[in-house]
């Protein structure tokens, strides 16, 4: 039997479009033609005005909230199955509603879970996505998910500052295996911080667990979302005698007050990555870019190689 050799093609949906464009270039090829035509009361319909009949594609496109991001997402799937591609793969760099991970409380929804199930539902054959909120959300699938680590990109850079007494920190209990992972490639120590919450988005008390006198802290999250718990643990660090704060996120969600909490916080600077396009500039924050990141590993993936190097923390 002959073997079919598959083409790969690159789509991005709109919000990702800057991002798509960067990976289709690394990657070595062109970003893919999609026509979006929007009826007058927000219904939309994307297009492919290109053939992809028998191909290995791959739409690039981060599902944060407005909801329309994650419905684009499924509707450019779904146009691609019926298109007859041979392969649909949903890269997305931030998946988002993936703080819905399992029931906190009764009567509330797994959206983690239900999002996975409808990207499957619409035709994904595979999943490539970089640090999820929580790492078992990869079971919620039953197609393959590269779950890649943004510390490839993050690593190298905080090697280049060459910070005498370096400390990682966890801004709360659950971030505490990152932190851990990035103390130990970076042969640092860790310090913890407690927080309690009055409800989603507002801290009530947050106390630090371990020593950062003399020390140049950074702090490490997969997102940052209001900013609030990264400000008030940089600025409860520097009280405690910290000599710098900065803060690692993969994802700078950034909404509500964020930019005028950063600016006005002891944080000397914020370090993400561009999942995520910034809704406006800060001098505070520096973007460190993805696209080789996805690249490589998508075309590993569409060559039928190994990218465990890349699940390497």
């Keep these: 039997m002959a073997v079919v050799n598959t083409e790969a093609k690159i789509f991005a949906c709109t919000q990702s479009k800057v991002l798509g464009e960067k990976i289709a270039k690394a990657f070595g090829a062109s970003l893919g033609n999609v026509i979006t035509s929007t009826y007058s009361d927000g219904e939309f319909q994307p297009s492919y005005e290109e053939s992809i009949r028998g191909t290995r594609i791959f ?4 599902t944060n909230p407005e909801p329309r991001n994650l419905m684009e997402m499924l509707l450019m799937i779904d146009a691609a199955k019926r298109a007859s591609a041979r392969h649909i793969t949903a890269v997305m760099p931030y998946f988002g509603w993936a703080r819905q991970d399992r029931k906190d409380k009764p009567r509330v929804p797994i959206a983690a879970k239900l999002v996975a199930k409808m ?4 035709g994904a054959t ?29 690593l190298p850079y905080l090697k280049s500052l060459n910070l005498d007494n370096l400390t990682i920190a966890s801004p709360d209990m659950g971030g505490s295996k990152r932190a851990y992972a990035y103390s130990k490639a970076l042969e640092s120590d860790v310090v913890i911080c407690y927080k309690q919450r009055a409800k989603a988005n507002v801290i009530s008390h947050m106390e ?21 718990t990264l400000t008030k ?6 009280e405690r005698g910290a000599l710098s ?29 561009d999942s995520i396009p910034l809704s406006q500039e800060s ?17 590993k993936v569409h060559n039928n190689q190994s990218i465990s190097s890349k699940f390497v923390m």
Excluded: W
């Design 208 to 228: 630090l667990i371990g020593d950062v006198t003399g020390k140049n802290v950074v702090l490490v999250d997969d997102m940052v979302d209001t900013a609030g």
């Design 59 to 62: 739409i690039i496109g981060s």
């Design 119 to 122: 990207l499957e539902a619409a």
């Design 245 to 273: 704060v900065r803060a690692i996120c993969t994802h700078p969600i950034l909404s509500g007050n964020a930019y005028e909490r950063l600016k006005n916080s002891k944080l000397e600077e914020l370090i993400v990555t």
């Design 233 to 238: 643990a940089a600025d409860l660090m520097m």
């Design 126 to 154: 595979r999943i490539i996505t970089m640090d999820l909120h929580a790492d078992q959300i990869q079971g919620f699938f039953e197609r393959p998910v590269d779950h890649l680590f943004a510390s490839t990109i993050f």
């Design 283 to 299: 001098n505070k924050i520096r973007v460190l870019g993805c696209a080789d990141l996805f690249a490589e590993v998508m075309k």
